[in-house]
């Protein structure tokens, strides 16, 4: 397997992330034509790839709110999973909101999200809230988690 690179996400990104969310939620993807419109959030969003070769094989995204950073998106191709390559996004997501000077990093994820809940509690984040009956249709809980980001600036301490 060849290494694995992150970049910022670039306008030719826009077909294979489309392509890739498309496998990954089929039925609920973002568009082409969403991603386009969250590229063009810049700076306040900003979406980090993954590729494997010429291949994406993930994406994450961040939407800086100031004191409170959201990942809005954290995704591995299936064949890429399990290599620490979902705690590699997750990561760069907290080094690019902790630049940026967010205090909090927070997210939203399904309660039946077994993999996405074992990435996050791992590094740290934890359980803010409870959406109940959340997500339709099936009437999955969404949970709320935060994490506090280090602050670890020039100047400090
Ligand atoms: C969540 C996701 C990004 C994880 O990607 P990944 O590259 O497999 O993650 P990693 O290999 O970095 O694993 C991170 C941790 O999760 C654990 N994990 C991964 N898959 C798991 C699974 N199916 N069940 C339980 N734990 C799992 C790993 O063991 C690892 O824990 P560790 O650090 O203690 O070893 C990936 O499963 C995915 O894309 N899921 C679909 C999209 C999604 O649900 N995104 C989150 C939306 S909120």
């Known amino acids: 397997m060849p290494p694995a690179h992150l970049h910022r996400a670039r306008w030719s990104d826009v077909g294979p992330l489309a392509a890739l969310e498309a496998r990954l939620f089929p039925g609920d993807a973002w568009s082409e034509a969403s991603w386009w419109s969250e590229l ?4 306040r969003r900003e979406y980090l790839v993954l590729t494997v070769g010429d291949e994406v094989a993930g994406y994450a995204g961040l939407d800086d709110g ?27 997501l907290e080094d690019e909101a902790g630049a940026r000077g967010a205090e909090h990093l927070m997210l939203e994820v399904r309660a039946d999200n077994t993999a996405a809940l074992a990435l996050y509690t791992r590094r740290g984040f934890a359980e803010v809230l409870r959406r109940r009956g959340y997500y339709r249709p099936d009437g999955t ?15 400090d301490g």
């Open 141 to 155: 809980d969404a949970l709320v988690l935060r994490k506090t980001l280090s602050r670890e600036r020039a100047g």
């Open 40 to 43: 063009a959030g810049r700076p």
């Open 66 to 92: 100031g004191d409170v950073a959201d990942v809005m998106t954290v995704a591995v191709a299936p064949e890429h999973r399990g290599r620490g390559l979902g705690g590699v996004l997750l990561d760069a």
